[in-house]
T-cell receptor, first 114, second 113 residues
Framework: DSGVTQTPKHLITATGQRVTLRCSPR?????VYWYQQSLDQGLQFLIQ???????AKGNILERFSAQQFPDLHSELNLSSLELGDSALYFC?????????????FGSGTRLTVV | AQTVTQSQPEMSVQEAETVTLSCTYD???????LFWYKQPPSRQMILVIR??????QNATENRFSVNFQKAAKSFSLKISDSQLGDAAMYFC??????????FGTGTSLTVIP
């Protein structure tokens, strides 16, 4: 157990629907990062939050949004889902803002859009 | 934009032997961090080793070491005395000054008993 908790582990939903993925960072970590891992795109950085504030943005679609709450857990909202959104979504956390010592990853949420 | 290239989609090594995984990157920055992550079948991403670009000395973590060639923008991972538990997908990653991470497409390592 890495200390980063992601729920749910698996999610199957239909196109056009909206889902929320949840992440609890490792105790003491203030930064949360979201990544999408698909077969054809590899591991893509989506967004980072540090202590409740957005810090960096990657290749995140407008249909996707995220936030980090005062208790430091984070949610990634995916709306108007398309077949191509099927992927493994990872959350990672780090102590500081910079991720200088690397991340601690959760075990991911497998999203299947049918 | 930074890119990270892993030119070996698959590699195999005999148990107890040594294997080297390649990684090259493209950047105009002078200060950055490089990482190797391991993703076993459990799909958990595990940090293997990190290297600060300003340090000339190659990082080492037990059986894992890197060969960091800054001028050549190369960051290879050497695994010595390979074990069955080393079988996994290995990802090279680059952390930019703007705190964005870029990952390579991965190398699938098979360890042959």
């Amino acid at each position: 157990d890495s200390g980063v908790t992601q729920t749910p582990k698996h999610l199957i939903t239909a196109t056009g629907q909206r889902v929320t993925l949840r992440c609890s960072p490792r105790s003491g970590d203030l930064s949360v990062y979201w990544y999408q891992q698909s077969l054809d795109q590899g591991l893509q950085f989506l967004i980072q939050y540090y202590n409740g504030e957005e810090r960096a943005k990657g290749n995140i679609l407008e249909r996707f949004s995220a936030q980090q709450f005062p208790d430091l857990h984070s949610e990634l909202n995916l709306s108007s889902l398309e077949l191509g959104d099927s992927a493994l979504y990872f959350c990672a956390s780090s102590v500081g803002e910079g991720g200088f010592y690397g991340y601690t990853f959760g075990s991911g949420t497998r999203l299947t859009v049918v | 934009a930074q890119t990270v290239t892993q030119s070996q989609p698959e590699m195999s090594v005999q148990e107890a032997e040594t294997v080297t995984l390649s990684c090259t990157y493209d950047t105009s920055e002078s200060d950055y961090y490089l990482f190797w992550y391991k993703q076993p079948p459990s799909r958990q991403m595990i940090l293997v080793i990190r290297q600060e670009a300003y340090k000339q000395q190659n990082a080492t973590e037990n059986r894992f070491s890197v060969n960091f060639q800054k001028a050549a923008k190369s960051f290879s991972l050497k695994i010595s005395d390979s074990q069955l538990g080393d079988a996994a997908m290995y990802f090279c990653a680059y952390r930019s000054k703007s705190n964005q991470f870029y990952f390579g497409t991965g190398t699938s390592l098979t360890v042959i008993p």
